[in-house]
Structure formats: C-alpha cells, structure tokens
C-alpha cells in the first residue's frame, strides 16, 4: 500500500486466488476517484465529484468465440458502505454516490459487471473491460480534517478467448480472482462568511459633531472551529492612528474602530484582536457551526485632537483578519 499523494492518496492491493493449470491472468489498474482539497462551505451543500475507473485487460486481439459458461464479473464494495469518515473523529462523516456517470448508481456489494457466454464478446472490446467511476458528496456541515473511505472492486473471470470444433479451447484460457483497492480521501479545511458591516460618519463642519458610528460584523465558519478576529491599520495608518483619506486634495482624517464597549483599538497582535467566544450572540463557546453567525459589535470616533482638514469626502479601507 503506497499513497500517490498526501490530499489524493491512491493504494493499490491485490490478492489472487490459485488459477488452473496453463490458465492466464487479465492485468488491472485503476485511477483513484480524489475529491482533493475543500472548504468546508464547498463542502457543505454537496456536489463535489471525483473521477476514476477501474479497468481489466485480457490479451491482444479479436475475440470472435466464447463458450456459453464463460463468465465476466466484477463486485464493487465500500469499507464504510460509500461513506467518508473524519480520521481523528470517525461519528463526523461524508457521505457520497458511486456511479459509473452514466444513469447507474452503485450499491454495496452489487455487481457492476455481470458478463456470461456471448456478453463477453461487447464486454471485452479491444480485450479490455472498464468499470467507470464517478463519486459525488451528499451535503455534510462538518469539522476540517481528512475524510476516507476505501473502495474494493473484485474481478471475478473464468473464459476460453478461442473457441473451436466442439467447445474445444483452443486459445488461451484466463481465469483468476482479484481484488483491488483504491482509497478515496478528502481534505476539509477551515473557512468563514464574513458579512463586514461598514462605518459613516455622515456630514459635518467641525471634528466635534462627528458623532460615534456603530455597526456589526457577523461570521459563520466551519463547526467546531474557534478563532480570533483582528482588523488592519487600513490604508492611511500613522503614528498608532487609522486614518481616512481625501482622494482629491490627500488630506487626511484620523479615527479609529473599537469592539464593543472596548476603549482600545480593535487591531491585529495580541491583545488587540478579539476572540470568538466575545461574540454576543451565535453558537456556543465560540465554536462555528457552520449555519449560524457570530456577532462583533463596534463602533468608530473620529479624534478630536486633530487640526480640522479642508472640506471633502474621505475614505479608508480596513481589512477584517480572521486567525484559527
């Protein structure tokens, strides 16, 4: 068992059961049906597909006879019964559809290749049989981590690929059982839906009729996730100050923003950034749940302190920064 990649891992393993004498073996391979690397909100409605197959191939030539006992069949099961689980928690879990993206849904321990006598002749065009794979997520709200499954297809074959005068084989016999596995993995990380809320002043002539601005920034992000929120200097920042800008004449115009009743500035390094579990109102503890917003309230003041700038419309941006 070999992973091909850390977010994608594809093992390969076989076990053969003991063939008849002067019996050959069909070769297999297979492409591993990834779901690779997701938010959780990606994650969350479902949809999200990988692709794969599963192929098995039985020498070089036209088949043109077989015998009417000859047998193709392939069996596909699931570790999990078609379900991904969360390697550190195995109750979180994702579950998805196995097809073969033509209209057919796979099932836990179906066959998906049922060949018997002269089915095997449209089976087994270009000597080679193929059992496609398309896996599609069902909507799961869960935690960031690395979600697997396994699945085990099993070829099962026993046929003459030349047939003679009275049913005699007189080509090459194959006849083996194999089985072999593809692990299938996702990897959920951390996200968030940030609704910033925003800042105005409104109009005035003095520094001293600003009046305090309030608003709100509201989260969800993925459950079970806790975390910080900081907000940047903005655009214009100088000496411990935001300030906001005139875009015509480059005057500027010092504020700051403060979370709740908080008479510090609301920043990016410790001690100025706010945690999750301040929020007033949203889930438990801190802890997103991937459905429900977290509350900041904050407000803004312009300082007082400042010379009064000319006239005109000034502006800053402040990035939100959230850390888990």
């Known amino acids: ?185 996702l990897q959920v990380y951390n996200d968030c839906a940030i609704t910033p809320g925003s800042i105005s002043f409104g109009s005035a002539a003095l520094l001293l009729n600003f009046t305090e601005a309030a608003s709100q920034m509201a989260l969800i992000c993925t459950t079970g996730m806790t975390y910080s929120v900081g907000l940047s200097p903005g655009d214009n920042a100088a000496a411990g100050r935001r300030q906001m800008r005139d875009a015509g004449t480059g005057a500027l115009l010092a504020y700051d923003i403060y979370f709740g009743g908080s008479s510090a500035p609301w920043g990016t390094v410790d001690g100025t950034r706010v945690m999750s579990t301040q929020a007033v109102s949203g889930p438990a503890a801190g802890k997103g749940d991937g459905t429900t917003a977290h509350i900041f309230p904050y407000r803004a003041r312009v300082y007082t302190d400042q010379p009064t700038p000319g006239a005109g419309t000034y502006k800053d941006k402040v990035v939100i920064n959230v850390q888990f």
Do not use: H
């Open 1 to 185: 068992m070999r992973p091909a990649a850390i977010k994608a891992a594809l093992a390969v393993a076989a076990s053969l059961g003991a063939l008849p004498a002067g019996a050959a073996l069909c070769s297999t391979a297979q492409t591993g049906a990834a779901f690779g690397t997701a938010s959780s909100f990606s994650v969350r409605p479902g949809g999200l597909v990988a692709l794969g197959s599963f192929t098995a191939t039985c020498g070089t030539g036209l088949m043109v006879s077989v015998l009417s006992t000859d047998t193709f069949k392939a069996t596909l099961n699931s570790d999990n019964g078609f379900v991904l689980r969360n390697t550190a928690d195995s109750t979180k879990t994702v579950s998805y559809v196995a097809g073969n993206g033509s209209g057919t849904t796979y099932t836990q321990g179906g066959q998906v290749i049922n060949a018997v006598g002269l089915s095997l002749l449209t089976l087994l065009v270009g000597r080679k049989a193929t059992v496609p794979l398309r896996l599609t997520t069902l909507a799961a709200n869960v935690p960031s981590g690395t979600y697997r499954d396994a699945l085990r297809l099993t070829w099962a074959y026993n046929f003459c690929d030349f047939v003679g005068a009275l049913n005699a084989c007189l080509g090459t016999t194959y006849s083996g059982t194999e089985t072999v596995t593809v692990n299938v993995e």
